[in-house]
């Protein structure tokens, strides 16, 4: 099919967000609150935040309030890989916390166990299914980096599992496909928003209280606690934990480790039993090319294929606007890659396009901390593996305002920050300049140019 006919029909807005499931909004805060814990952002961070503060205290009041509706920003666009990994896949964690690695993969482990026993505690219907993700070689320099990483896997003890072409197009068949690693256990499948809105749900039934349409505009002392203004009250805390990601924070010196990258998603049509058929994907693992600009993928519970990846934009000052969340050239350059993949699906057509923002820091992987003498506390900075590692950074933001030392507080990550980016136009210049160098590479059998070297030396750490 013409990849572009094939976009025709699709709706412009994110697939799962369109789930009949959805539930109605929370009403908007009017007038003054107190609380003991006021949790600002309604994505995976603020909702496991609220969640896990009322495991940990059920007396502890907690309020939560979201600027639009739950889940609506980046935790209900994503792909729905809920990973293991706190450190951004291996190498990026083996790079930066080598002497805390082993640490860090058994803690990002413990944590996919536990939002597994979350979604059964809590019946979050949320379709999970722990069936793992499969790196993807489609050049032949891909295949020596997978076996490179494999190695290192089993030194440190993480079971990856290499595939050869045919066993790899035995599971999914793809005439680009020259091999695999397959993590089995260390990554789950889920519907996005579906896990918001289980969330949401678990946080009613705990007694959070949660306001929607409520805008947090600032962040105050007030008293021995806090005060956050809105645009129809105030909320006055003991404590606030800062779940905003990639908006702005209401902490300013936070601003600057943070920039938005804008990804983007298709959805086919469900595929029919002959056309499922013709590429296996029997046992339903995501996938994901091992490209520096990579696509990932994987199936949705009605067989649909989300399609995502490879452009990543980002807006120049960082400025975000509902206007970005749709991209053509990148929608026709997404539907060329798909059916380069998969030529057995020519007849299939795209039902949704959509993008949003990504909170990407220059490490690749989350970084907390504190503010106003340790009232409140902040996680950012996720880079795109948020859907599991949010639920560690929770757990690190309540440790933090506990004051108590803990094995997650005294982690060397969770201690640091990355590198913050300059101001404009440095900040353009350098992501454009990475954003060419990693293509380059890509076309260049991976060899990295002198620019991508003198990041890897400065710590920036570009990998993907």
């Known amino acids: ?29 009017t007038g003054d609150e107190h609380c003991d814990l006021l949790v600002v952002g309604g994505g995976y961070s603020g909702l496991w935040t609220a969640l896990l ?53 058994e803690l990002g482990n413990r944590n996919l166990d536990e939002i597994e026993a979350a979604v059964a505690r809590y019946s979050l219907d949320c379709e999970f299914e722990r069936t793992g993700e499969i790196d993807v070689a489609t050049e032949p320099h891909q295949l020596e980096e ?17 595939l050869d072409r045919d066993q790899l197009r035995a599971e999914v068949d793809s005439p680009t496909f020259l091999g695999g690693l397959w993590d089995r256990t260390g990554v789950a499948m889920v519907h996005p928003a579906k896990l918001a809105w289980g969330l949401k749900r678990a946080c009613l039934g705990l007694g959070v209280r949660i306001h929607e349409h409520t805008r947090a505009t600032a962040l105050t002392a007030s008293g021995a606690g806090m005060a956050v203004r809105t645009p129809y009250g105030r909320v006055f805390a003991r404590q606030v934990a800062l779940g905003t ?4 924070s209401l902490v300013k010196r936070v601003r600057p480790y ?14 029919s039993e002959q056309q499922l058929a013709s590429i296996g994907w029997k046992n339903r693992q995501g996938l994901g090319d091992s490209a520096n600009q990579f696509h990932y993928f994987r199936l949705s519970a009605d067989n649909r294929i989300l399609w995502g990846g490879y452009d990543a934009i980002y807006p120049y000052g960082g400025r975000l606007s509902a206007e970005r969340d749709q991209r053509p050239e990148t929608n026709l350059k997404l539907a060329q890659h798909f059916y380069r993949c998969f030529p057995q699906l020519e007849d299939v057509r ?12 220059s490490r690749f992987s989350a970084f907390f901390g504190t503010a106003h003498g340790g009232k409140v506390s902040y996680a950012a900075g996720y880079t795109g593996l948020g859907v599991g590692a949010t639920r560690f950074g929770a757990d690190v933001m309540l440790d933090l305002l506990s ?14 920050k990355p590198m913050p980016f300059p101001p404009e136009p440095f900040t353009s210049v350098g992501i454009g300049l990475t954003k060419w160098s990693l293509d380059r590479a890509d076309r260049n059998e991976g060899r990295r140019n002198l620019w991508l070297k003198a990041m890897d030396k400065a710590g920036l750490g570009f990998d993907s």
């Open 1 to 29: 099919m013409d990849p572009a006919r094939s976009l025709a029909d699709a709706r412009p807005t994110p697939f799962w967000l369109e789930d009949p499931g959805k539930p109605q909004p929370q009403g908007a805060l």
């Open 258 to 271: 943070i920039v938005p990258v804008y990804d983007y998603a298709l959805m086919t049509e469900p595929l």
């Open 53 to 105: 503060a009322k495991e940990r205290d059920p007396s502890r009041d907690v309020v939560l309030i979201e600027g639009h509706e739950i889940g609506w920003a980046a935790s209900g666009r994503n792909g729905g890989f809920c990973a293991a990994s706190l450190t951004h896949g291996l190498s990026n964690g083996l790079t930066r916390w080598p002497g805390e690695f082993d640490r860090l993969e």
């Open 245 to 248: 990601n990639v908006f702005p």
């Open 350 to 361: 795209f039902t949704h396009t959509w993008g949003g923002a990504i909170d990407t820091c």
């Open 146 to 162: 997978l076996h490179e990483a494999a190695e290192q896997a089993m030194e440190h003890g993480i079971a990856l599992e290499l």
């Open 403 to 416: 004051g108590e030392r803990t094995e997650r507080t005294e982690l060397k990550m969770v201690r640091s």
